[in-house]
Structure formats: structure tokens, C-alpha cells
């Protein structure tokens, strides 16, 4: 049995796409699955159907991802979708994030749960807005590493230079905005060169094709340098003949690595004790670290529901009132005095917009203060003052724990995607009124 | 068990890193956990088929050493197989849990459901299914989709909300980011959680190998009475196979997928242990759907207009 373990236990990896509509990222999606053996023959013999049908003579990869009816009849991509496929060395979910008209919303979605994002760019017209604008929000969601995929090299005659001084540029702008690991792949999806097999047109580059990379990245932070966060999801409490006296706190550790005999304080209340026992899915354990979901057994007995955070480390300290970077989600804006409820870890409560500090120009990165509201695709500055404390970590320290949603009480609506602290590191500040209408 | 020792299986030379099984795992639980904080009246689906078997296990080890938190609810077509009907019942009664069944016979018989020409029941689960969730006031109910399974799923959410109708609107999803799952609704809503979204068939089976888990006999090669319709190996039965023209054989084959008889299809295959049956789907040119389900094919969009109107 041991061996048959060993040997399928590979790592995950979930990665995000971005590219605008024209720089081929559906083939290139198309071409990592089916390079990949990733698709299988009556998918495949769909797609060729589909494509006879519609007068077209070689398959179309792209209807390999287009999944809905709507999407199919109008050829776009309206939704995030996620496709998955695995090599012998890596199991991969790939969200597939559209790029048309509400990108910035879709490329949120898709990167926040990223560990890489690969932003596309074509050959031929270098970084553009667009690439900016895609390397902006993989460095606001915090993304840890970052491929730029430089594309349609077949059409610039597979040109070092080209690619040279496009990486050279993106890199660059990718570090002014905090990204630290950016890996620069000259490709061509249609083609098929340094996608999974290396290209015999570009001898120059002597990097790793795009699937190579993704396979060797590592994976997952170093928990043992981060302070612990437990939300506690669900008390369980069986009250049977065998487990008279068991009340486990169940939860997933959101960071860090928790030991039997730490002590920890249980936040908002403050209160301290002593982890007695960690249950790993029914078989005990004497260590647990993130994102293992567990059970944690106290020394003490304390009260803790639904909601509070058991830390170790320095701890956050609770407050009701919030700064965050927001990404406005839904076509109602998001204004000053709105009454909302907020969802951070596994704890709810009502929230008021007291302030919206500031719009980012996602193009410019410029700040844009004097706004009343924020529209759907907005990235912005919010105050919010919170009905009951939060133990909040900054999103810059602990993605999991520095994020929250806005949800419209009255239809429960997700509104707002919230991230705790500053944006980037280094911004430029512009306190010129904003000439755009965009209330 | 050994799930620590397993757990610590290193990847990529970090001693901290999981396996994608345990990444999966611990991902299914969380979303598991997050319904049972949230929501009054949850419960899952069960059909005894490998996907809803592993949801179970899954939710076993969420709440241990507590019981599950929630019933089961069976949408049966009259047309399942015996063994897989058997392993159901077994099953609830083995951990001690409320099975509830929606039966589609039931709804012919009463004059509520018409049998369709072609004897196919499946599209025939959407009407019993509402019925039950909105008798029983079900607020949340899993079920064992995953996005691999078929393009129109790769759309679906973890937390996917049902209007009073049970009908999916792909344009209307609520976006979702992180592990932050949304479970507002309004009275009559409902909401489907899929904590296997992101499992595909291999990871499923691997997860059946290594936690030993018990399947019905079905899924394993076995000899048995089938007749060929569509390109499909169908059992033959009471439910309306073989026509004249139609011969029985006795083959040797085996299940991946499990439904109504009329519209589930048979692999050859001698794969007789979990191992096999992993060898085999790797080496398969074949998706699980594409090889066995005959509703599938109905239309390009076929999934997609179902879920619409409530199926899962």
C-alpha cells in the first residue's frame, strides 16, 4: 500500500490565467491541456464536432473551455472557469479567468486563491495597459510568483530582442509594485513552442517551457515561520457514552504550525490557554500546520464559538474599525454610509462604510481621492467601522486571515472583495478630484 | 490510521508541504464544517455511487468522533441497481443516520411524472428532487458534482444558490474568493455545496485507496447480462431492456459511474481491486461521462439545461 502512496503524492498546484481577448489565451489554455494528454478523446471529438459545425475546418481549442451555452453562441468567455490536469510530478487547478469587459472583477476571483498567475502578452505589441494592469492585481491579491508568457513569438520571427526587452520592461514594472519572483517564458501557444515542448525555433532561451516551470515552482509557504491563525468553524461536542466530556473546536489553520503544549490566546475575548490535543480527522496528532483542517482541544475551559480566532504568535489585535483595499464586485456601487455585513475567516457581522478614502487607477496606479462610491471593477480605499471586533491580520502578513466580504444584507449579495491594510508598497498619490463621471 | 504519518509524506523536499490528496481533503472538510456552522437544515445527497461515497467519508472524519450533522436524501429512479441500493441503506443504517428517498416511481404512480419514450429516468430526478428539499425544508443540500465531470460544472460554484424554482442561473453567480463561501438566501432558496469540486475521477479513486474505502460491487469487473444500445453496454432488466432487436450477451465488465440502469453504460474491464481500477482510468482515452452516460449526449448544452431547471 505504502508504495502506491508515495508515488501519487504529488503536490497542488492552483494557478491563475490573465491575457485580453486577443493574445490567445484560450489556445494557449487549450494547448497546456491537450499537450498535457489532459484531454481526452470524446472531449476532443466533441470539439471537432462543434467546429465542423460551425463551418470551421481545424478543432477549435477554445470550445474546450467555453463551457456555456451563452459563451458558445457568442464566442466570449464570461466566467471564471476552472480546468484541471496533472503530470507525473504536479496536480493542477487552473482558474481560467476571462478577458473581457469585467476583467478586473473575474481576475480577483481567480487570483485569490493563486499561487502563480500567468499574465500573457503579445509579442507583437509588448506590455500594454492591459499587462499592467494584470501584474497590478496579481501584486494587490499577493500572488506569490508571477510567469509572464511572451506570445505569438512565432510572428516576430522568434526574436530575442523582442522578447528581451519586453521581459526586461514587465519585470521591472512588476517589481515597482512588490512582486519579487517574476519568470519570463517566450512561447507560442498556437505553434506549440515552450508551452509543454521546448522550441526548436528559439535556441537562445534556455529557461524552462511554461509547463516545466509550473511543475517546479514551489509550492505553499514555510509554515514554521508564521504565527498560527485557527478560526474555529464549528464546536463539536458528541455527548455520547464514549466521549462524554470531548468539546473540540474544528477549524482549518489558516497559517503557521500548531503543537501540543503551545499557548494560545483566543481572540476577540483574549482569553489564554494551552493546546491539550489536536485531532487530525479522527487520528490523533501531536502537530497540525496550514491548511490542515483539524480539531484543537483547550486545557482550559473557556467559552469559544463560531467566529473566534485561536492565535499563537503575536497576535492581531481586535478592532471595530477597518482600513482596507477593496475590489468593488457588484453593479450596485458600493457608497459612503451603506450598512453591509462583513464575512472575514468564519465570522459575520454588520459593518458601515464610514469612508472611501481613495479610487486607485488600476492603469496609473494613481490614487484618486474625493470619491462618494465605488463601481463595479473599482479598486479603492474603504474605512469601515464594524458592529463587533475583528482580529484582523494585514493581507500583505496572511492572505487568509486578512481577507473579508461585503454582503448586501437585504439579498445576500457578495458586493465587495476586502483585503486589510495598503494596497502596494510603493504608490504614487494624485489628490486631483477625479474628472472621470464614475459615482 | 495513519494520517500523520502520511500527511508527512514530503513534496518538492518541504517537510511541511501536503500531498494533493491531503490539500483536498483539508479543503472538503473546511467547506463541510462552514455549512454546518451556517445553515438550519443541510443535508446530502446520496446515491451510493463513488462520489457521494466519498462526500460521506469525508463528512465522517469532519465532525469525528461526533456523529454527521446532517441526514442523507435519495433521489431514486426505480431503475438503480440492487447492490447499490443495498450498499445505501447499509450505509445509513451503518453510521446510524436519516436517509430520506424521493422516489421517481412514486411520482409516475401518482400521476405527477410521465415516463418518457425512451425509458430514460434520469431527467426525471428534478421534480422529486425540489419536492423533497422543499417538504423537508432543506437549506443546504450537497451534492458529489465535480467541476472535471463536464464543461458546464467547470462553471459551478462550491456554494451554488437555487432560486425557490431549484433553477441555476450561470450568469447570476455570486463571485467567490478565497476559502470565503457565501450561504445567504431567502426563505425558499436554497443552496448546493459541492465540496468535491475540485477533485477529479483519479483523485476520487485515489482517495479510495488510501483510505480503503468500501464501494459496491458494481465498479469492479464482474459478468453480467448487457446488451448494446448507443454504443453502450446496458444491464439488462425489468426497466425496459432488451428490445427485439436487441441481443444479451454476457460480458465482463465493470461501472464508472453509477445511475439509473437505462442510462448508465458498462466498461469491458477485468479491473478486479481499486489498484486495477486506477490503472485503467489513467491509461483510459475516455472521460467518465463521455464513456458511460448516454443523457449526456442528448445535446451539446444537455448538462447545462438540466442544471438550470434544478438537477444537480
Request: glycine share 6%.
Amino acid at each position: 500500500m505504502s508504495t502506491t502512496i508515495e508515488t501519487s503524492a504529488t503536490s497542488l498546484l492552483r494557478f491563475a490565467t490573465a491575457g485580453s481577448v486577443d493574445d490567445g489565451k484560450s489556445t494557449l489554455v487549450g494547448r497546456l491541456l491537450h499537450d498535457s494528454k489532459s484531454v481526452l478523446a470524446d472531449q476532443l471529438e466533441a470539439v471537432e464536432h462543434a467546429s465542423r459545425r460551425r463551418g470551421q475546418e481545424a478543432p477549435d481549442l477554445a470550445l474546450l473551455t467555453d463551457g456555456l451555452r451563452a459563451e458558445r453562441e457568442q464566442g466570449i468567455t464570461i466566467d471564471v472557469a476552472y480546468r484541471y490536469f496533472a503530470t507525473a510530478r504536479r496536480r493542477f487547478i487552473l482558474a481560467d479567468t476571462p478577458g473581457h469587459v469585467q476583467y478586473t472583477r473575474n481576475m480577483v476571483t481567480g487570483a485569490s486563491t493563486a499561487e502563480l498567475a500567468v499574465v500573457l502578452v503579445d509579442a507583437r505589441n509588448g506590455v500594454v495597459e492591459q499587462t499592467r494592469r494584470h501584474a497590478a492585481v496579481a501584486a494587490l491579491l499577493r500572488v506569490p510568483h508571477v510567469v509572464l508568457a511572451v506570445n505569438k513569438m512565432d510572428l516576430v520571427e522568434y526574436a530575442e530582442p523582442v522578447f528581451a526587452a519586453i521581459a526586461e520592461e514587465f519585470t521591472a514594472y512588476a517589481a515597482s509594485l512588490g512582486v519579487k519572483d517574476v519568470v519570463a517564458v517566450p512561447i507560442s501557444a498556437l505553434a506549440g513552442d515552450n508551452v509543454v515542448e521546448p522550441s526548436a525555433h528559439m535556441d537562445w532561451y534556455g529557461g524552462p517551457t511554461l509547463l516545466e516551470h509550473l511543475e517546479t515552482v514551489p509550492v505553499g509557504s514555510d509554515p514554521s515561520i508564521e504565527p498560527a491563525r485557527f478560526p474555529v468553524q464549528y464546536v463539536i461536542r458528541p455527548q455520547t457514552e464514549e466521549n462524554p466530556d470531548y468539546r473540540g473546536y474544528a477549524g482549518q489553520l489558516a497559517s503557521g504550525v500548531l503543537r501540543v503544549g503551545d499557548t494560545v490566546t483566543v481572540l476577540p475575548s483574549g482569553h489564554t490557554s494551552t493546546v491539550a490535543g489536536i485531532d487530525a480527522l479522527g487520528a490523533e496528532t501531536d502537530i497540525a500546520w496550514a491548511p490542515q483542517s483539524v480539531t484543537v482541544r483547550l486545557a482550559d475551559d473557556i467559552d469559544i464559538s463560531r467566529g473566534d480566532l485561536i492565535a499563537a504568535g503575536p497576535a492581531p489585535v481586535p478592532t471595530k474599525d477597518i482600513e482596507a483595499t477593496v475590489c468593488h464586485l457588484n453593479e450596485r456601487p458600493l457608497t459612503v454610509g451603506a450598512k453591509v455585513l462583513l464575512k472575514h475567516t468564519t465570522r459575520t457581522v454588520r459593518a458601515l462604510v464610514k469612508e472611501i478614502s481613495y479610487r486607485i487607477d488600476i492603469d496609473s496606479l494613481e490614487q484618486r481621492s474625493g470619491a462618494e462610491g465605488l463601481k463595479v471593477n473599482d479598486i479603492g480605499h474603504v474605512v469601515l467601522r464594524t458592529a463587533e471586533p475583528l482580529a484582523l491580520d494585514d493581507y500583505t502578513d496572511n492572505r487568509r486571515t486578512g481577507s473579508f466580504l461585503l454582503i448586501d444584507p437585504a439579498d445576500g449579495t457578495t458586493l465587495t472583495a476586502g483585503m486589510a491594510g495598503e494596497a502596494f508598497d510603493t504608490v504614487s498619490t494624485n489628490d486631483a478630484p477625479d474628472e472621470e463621471d464614475w459615482v | 490510521m495513519t494520517t500523520a504519518t502520511r500527511s508527512l509524506v514530503a513534496t518538492d523536499g518541504n517537510p511541511y508541504a501536503l500531498s494533493h490528496l491531503d490539500a483536498l481533503e483539508a479543503e472538503s472538510v473546511h467547506i463541510f464544517r462552514e455549512v454546518a456552522g451556517e445553515f438550519e437544515r443541510p443535508v446530502i445527497l446520496f446515491s451510493g455511487g463513488k462520489d457521494s461515497i466519498v462526500m460521506l467519508h469525508l463528512a465522517l472524519k469532519a465532525f469525528a468522533p461526533a456523529a454527521i450533522p446532517f441526514s442523507l436524501l435519495h433521489v431514486d429512479t426505480g431503475h438503480n441497481f440492487p447492490e447499490v441500493i443495498e450498499y445505501r441503506d447499509r450505509t445509513a443504517a451503518q453510521h446510524n443516520l436519516r436517509l430520506h428517498v424521493a422516489s421517481v416511481q412514486d411520482f409516475i404512480d401518482r400521476g405527477l411524472l410521465r415516463e418518457r419514450p425512451d425509458g430514460t429516468r434520469n431527467p426525471l430526478q428534478t421534480v422529486p428532487l425540489l419536492d423533497a428539499i422543499e417538504s423537508n425544508k432543506f437549506d443546504a443540500v450537497f451534492g458529489g458534482g465535480r467541476r472535471d465531470e463536464e464543461k458546464a460544472r467547470a462553471k459551478e460554484r462550491v456554494f451554488s444558490l437555487r432560486d425557490e424554482f431549484g433553477a441555476w442561473d450561470p450568469r447570476r453567480q455570486r463571485p467567490e474568493l478565497w476559502s470565503l463561501y457565501n450561504g445567504r438566501h431567502a426563505p425558499g432558496e436554497h443552496v448546493r455545496v459541492f465540496p468535491l469540486s475540485n477533485w477529479t475521477e483519479l483523485d476520487v479513486w485515489q482517495y479510495i485507496e488510501r483510505e480503503d474505502i468500501e464501494l459496491p460491487e458494481i465498479y469492479y469487473a464482474h459478468e453480467r447480462d448487457v446488451f448494446k444500445r448507443d454504443g453502450m453496454w446496458l444491464t439488462a432488466g425489468e426497466w425496459g431492456g432488451p428490445k427485439e432487436h436487441e441481443t444479451v450477451e454476457k460480458r465482463l465488465i465493470r461501472y464508472r459511474t453509477v445511475g439509473d440502469m437505462s442510462c448508465t453504460g458498462a466498461v469491458d474491464s477485468d479491473a478486479a481491486t481499486i489498484a486495477d481500477v486506477i490503472a485503467e482510468i489513467a491509461a483510459s482515452r475516455l472521460t467518465e461521462r463521455g464513456a458511460t452516460r448516454a443523457d449526456d449526449k442528448m445535446s451539446e448544452a444537455a448538462m447545462e439545461d438540466r442544471k438550470r431547471e434544478g438537477y444537480f
